[in-house]
């Protein structure tokens, strides 16, 4: 028996009814060569960290831009939180924590240089239509190729928004993508000093937890409760509606203040310059996404080429366009 072989029966006699077992995958677009030793989810979860586009999420914005301070998160150390926190809800469950693992590790892979604020250029320039989760998906199955399964692709479309995963394993990502980022948001603004601890809603508070971890805690272990041996994935409807009234204040409190929020004006306007520069002068983009300006268009390959930039990335691009360089400065 090989080792793949022996994951696969392990998944059947481990693994709830309601869990996807990686020898039943839908499958992917294209064969992939054999592999004795992984079952088909953690091949998926290794082509991902493997890949260009997830290491770019280091110097991808979650809340702050561009952070200079080592300790705000980052989209890939959002990306991490998640993905842990899918694995110990799955693990719980008895559902798959590979496919989990490999969804949460390629959520997020589409996201936008300076986080919605790129989004929102994207939307207004290029399509109105335009969402990371699409575009995460485009990553894992054009941009990179990754020829994933059919599992993994769906959850990864799926994360967000209202549209519901196929799978269990996706279901629970959409859980720890929310549970993730409400609660790390609030961390780092209370680091920067946005929020100050007694201004969290009491009554939140009260049912959710005092402290980071406890409304991690309380929030996991209600999804693990109320989805204990049920063929779906929920939350508890108290801890629910406890959940989406804190992600609505930080909607009031956070993301829209104008401290965290005072350069995403200047994000915008520089990402939206880039843009229209690019589909001026398309044949400046690196040569990658020149198959794609002849087969889907100028705009299409622009915004692949802006989407996938880290800030930095882009405002140094923009620098270099668009900024004189003073007399005798090399570079
Ligand atoms: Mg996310």
Known sequence: ????????????????PYASRSRYTKGR?????????????QRDRDRIIH???????MHKTQVFLSPEHDHYRTRLTHTLEVAQIGRTIARSLKLNEDLCEAIALGHDLGHTPF?????????????????????????????ENLNLTYE??????????????????????KFADR?????????????????????LPRELCDVLGHSHGDRIDTMVQSVIRASTDKPTVMMEPHIYDATMKLRAFLFENVYTNPEAKGEEGRAEALLEALYHYFIAHPFEMPDEYQPTVE???VPRAVSDYLSGMTDRYAINLYKSIFIPRVWGQKT
């Open 179 to 199: 549970i993730a980022y409400i609660n790390h948001d609030i961390d780092d603004a209370l680091r920067a000093g946005i929020l100050k601890a007694d201004a």
């Open 1 to 16: 028996m090989t080792i793949k072989e022996m994951l696969e029966k392990r998944e059947d006699d481990i693994l709830s």
């Open 295 to 297: 087969q889907e268009g």
């Open 51 to 57: 890949c260009k586009a997830f290491r770019r999420l």
């Open 115 to 143: 986080g919605h604020a790129g989004e929102r250029v994207l939307q207004r320039c290029y399509d109105p239509a335009f969402d990371h989760c699409k575009q995460s998906l485009r990553v894992v199955e054009k941009l």
């Open 29 to 41: 677009a294209s064969p992939l060569s054999h592999d004795d030793m992984r079952t088909e989810y």
């Open 152 to 173: 993994v692709r769906n959850g990864i479309l799926c994360h967000a928004g209202s549209a519901l995963a196929d799978t269990n394993e996706g279901i629970i990502v």
